[in-house]
């Protein structure tokens, strides 16, 4: 009965004159159609009896396990040019932050010739695949492109050319980009002082914006971010909270300040860019401190390096898997047990992939900080993660 349907299937059938004729094809294409046609009955037959029921179990993810929004920061590359890259994403996340393609030396490489391209891309896919697009950034020290460094101008020039540039790009991604880091790395780490006025390149305590603009820029960075988009979040995101010490409470002081002065910031970002040998009391202690500001606290780059001595031999033992995923769960557990539900902005890694990540060639040496692998395969460290979300 189902062959006589199948070689039916396998003769063209048409109609002249509303009389049908048929048109026998070439024995060996009906013998091809026929053969293919019977696999798939059998394949489908199989199924059916090897499937205990029908529905299928459900895997777990992040974005669906976690009671806010899990991000990552990603690129216009990996998006465009990587299929595992796209599926990982899609499957996992609910919110991206730009890698590198909104920061200043891409977004204006010349003065006033602005280049959103990189950033459109990664802004676009955001938007189709309804992804909620964290903006970074629009003030640090690093990442400037030259023209800045070198720039030969007086107070008030200095003042237009900051101006212009976060509200060029403020406009250019109004109602696109739900929130920003407004002001990156402004503190420093010995002292808890502003980044100061002695800048010489690379000396990693130096900022030209201090320098040229007086302490003051902060405020103003977020205000004329707010005037240009009123509707989006403002962020001020550092890294080292978990130090505690001044580093610390200068962050809170001056969060604090901003939002007492009516300065709209919205929330603070904490980095945490960790390595195994963290003091986990420390990440406790600055989510209760961060928390008790009443701002938003966004976890917004987390990575945990398991190679934080740079040993060229290492060996990314089972040993270290555990550890790191142990780290990952403290962390998600920790954030959801000490920030209040409506001050959790969720938890962003940077990138999520270890061959992504931008350890290994920053630093240098050999590592593995992310929750996937290098062949992006689940590692301990996503389990960890997954396990904090949901204990
Ligand atoms: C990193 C990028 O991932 C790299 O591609 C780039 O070479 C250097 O910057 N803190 C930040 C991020 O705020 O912007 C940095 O991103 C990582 C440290």
Request: proline fraction near 6%; include cysteine.
């Amino acid at each position: 009965m189902q062959r006589r349907k199948i070689l039916r299937l396998c003769t063209k059938s048409y109609t002249f004159k509303h009389k049908p004729i048929f048109i026998p094809m070439p024995a060996c294409l009906k013998s091809y159609i026929c053969l293919a046609l019977l696999a798939c009955l059998l394949i489908a037959e199989g199924c059916k009896k090897n499937s205990p029921s029908t529905t299928q179990p459900v895997v777990a993810t992040l974005k669906a396990t976690a009671p806010f929004p899990m991000g990552s920061a990603i690129t216009s590359n990996g998006i465009l040019s990587n299929y595992f890259y796209q599926g990982v994403l899609l499957t996992e996340y609910n919110s991206m932050t730009a890698d590198y393609e909104m920061k200043f030396d891409i977004t204006e490489p010349k003065r006033g010739a602005f280049n959103y391209a990189p950033g459109d891309a990664i802004v676009g896919f955001a938007a189709q695949h309804h992804l909620r697009m964290h903006g970074h950034n629009f003030i640090w020290h690093q990442a400037l492109p030259d023209w800045v460094l070198n720039f030969q101008g007086d107070t008030p020039a200095w003042e237009t050319l900051f101006k212009t540039h976060i509200q060029s790009e403020a406009t250019h991604y109004k109602g696109q980009v739900a929130s920003w880091d407004v002001v990156n790395e402004a503190i420093r780490d010995d002292n808890g002082q502003l980044r100061n006025q002695d800048v010489s390149p690379g000396d990693g305590t130096g900022s030209i914006w201090r320098q040229h603009l007086g302490p003051d820029y902060i405020a103003r960075a977020f205000q004329y971010a707010h005037e240009a988009d009123p509707g989006a979040l403002l962020f001020y995101n550092d890294y080292g909270q978990e130090w505690g010490g001044v580093k610390l409470d200068s962050m809170i002081a001056l969060v604090t300040g901003l939002k007492n002065r009516g300065i709209p910031i919205s929330g603070i970002g904490m980095q945490m860019h960790i390595d195994i040998n963290v003091d986990t009391a420390g990440i406790t202690s600055a989510l209760k401190r961060l928390a008790a500001t009443g701002l938003l606290v966004h976890i917004s780059e987390l990575d945990i390096s398991v190679n934080p001595g740079n040993d060229p031999n290492i060996v990314f033992t089972s040993a270290l898997q555990l550890k790191q995923s142990a780290l990952y769960q403290f962390i998600a557990e920790s954030y959801r047990k000490n920030v209040p539900a409506a001050q959790r902005y969720g938890i962003t890694t940077w990138e999520f992939c270890d061959a992504d990540s931008w350890i290994p060639p920053f630093f240098n040496r050999k590592d593995w900080p992310l929750p996937f692998d290098a062949t992006y395969k689940k590692k301990p460290a996503y389990f960890g993660l997954l396990k904090g979300l949901t204990n």
